[in-house]
Structures are given as C-alpha cells and as structure tokens.
C-alpha cells in the first residue's frame, strides 16, 4: 500500500515560514497527483495546491503567491514552502495523492492516498 508521512510542522510567529514535506512509499512510480489541504478546527478541509508529475501546478486563492509546491520524484517527496504565514493559516496540513484524473483534481474524494497531518500553528 501506498503510504504517506507528512513532517516540518510547528509553530511559528506571523510572517514566519515552514517547509512541509510529504515522504510517499510503496509505489515505483511518479505518476501520481499529489496535493496539500488543510482542514482548521471547526472548518471544512480546504484545498491548497497540486502538483502532477510533470510539475505542473494549481494554488488554492487562499495560498496563491505566499505558498510554492514542489516534488522530487527521485526521493518521492512533496513539499510546501510557507512564507508569509498568518494566524489563518493554522490547521492540520495533509498531504494526498491521487491519479488517473484530469489535472488539477479538486475533489477530495477522488484522493487514494492521505497522510496523518502535520499541525501548523501561527501565533
């Protein structure tokens, strides 16, 4: 099975920066999707950015210009630099993988693969 450990989070003052990373096992390829939500107390997860194995890339508004998805395929590894955090920004960042569908694929229930969460808190 494919498996999924997100780690970089902690906590941060306003303005600060986090680099979140994903590490993936149990698959030999890198055709999958692979994205960052987030989901805050209270609140529905939320999408944050994708990224396919060619590199292309999608943001969610929320994060657009202050958040940079990037993988390396070789060391099947995602990752989400964070910069310009807020206090909005805190939540359980997840990392999910899916494939097979037309890029960029929103709909979370169309995700194989998630991780546990990393907690990002901004104070």
């Known amino acids: 099975d494919v498996q999924l450990v997100e780690s970089g989070g902690g906590s941060v003052q306003t303005g600060g920066s986090l680099r979140l990373s994903c590490a993936a096992s149990?698959?030999?390829?890198?055709?999958?999707?692979m994205t960052w939500y987030r989901q805050a107390p209270g609140q529905a997860r939320e999408f944050l950015s994708t990224?396919?194995?060619?590199?292309?890339?999608s943001y969610g508004d929320s994060v657009k210009g202050r958040f940079t998805i990037s993988r390396d395929n070789a060391k099947n590894t995602l990752f989400l630099q964070m910069n310009s955090l807020k206090p909005g920004d805190t939540a359980l960042y997840y990392c999910?993988?899916?494939?097979?569908?037309?890029?960029?694929?929103?709909?979370?229930?169309?995700?194989?693969?998630w991780g546990q969460g990393t907690q990002v808190t901004v104070s």
């Open positions: 999910a993988a899916a494939r097979g569908y037309q890029f960029p694929t929103l709909n979370q229930g169309l995700y194989d693969y």
């Open positions: 149990g698959y030999t390829d890198c055709s999958y999707d």
């Open positions: 990224i396919n194995s060619e590199g292309r890339t």
